[in-house]
């Protein structure tokens, strides 16, 4: 499996970004599929996750209410909408898929995409 991520950039706060992640080698709807992120210093931390069919979503407190995952199971892509963005948010994000029914297994990662948020 290979997972390629897209759609960071440097944006103010307030501001929003929707990062894609392409999944390919293996059958999509097989995955669940998720987002991380890394900031400077810290520890890889989960943002959100999404079922294979989409019907169960997960959010880490943190951005509840302000980010929207969602997936395209006809183009092997998952999307991460950000919106309302703070410069706590800046970070390296991941993209991740498991087959596992939780997020304590991360089978596959994508390479990381950088996000920056200015204040």
């Known amino acids: 499996v290979q997972l390629q991520a897209s759609g960071g950039g440097l944006v103010q706060a307030g501001g929003s970004l929707r990062l894609s992640c392409a999944h390919s080698?293996?059958?999509?709807?097989?995955?669940?599929m998720g987002w991380f992120r890394q900031a400077p210093g810290k520890e890889r931390e989960f943002v959100a996750g999404i079922s294979w069919s989409g019907g169960s979503l997960r959010y880490a407190d943190s951005v509840e209410g302000r980010f929207i995952m969602s997936r395209d199971n006809a183009k092997n892509t998952v999307y991460l909408q950000m919106n309302s963005l703070k410069p706590e948010d800046t970070a390296v994000y991941y993209c991740a898929a498991t087959l596992n029914r939780s997020w304590n297994r991360v089978d596959y990662w994508g390479k990381g995409t950088l996000v920056t948020v200015s204040s």
């Open positions: 080698g293996r059958t999509f709807t097989d995955y669940a």
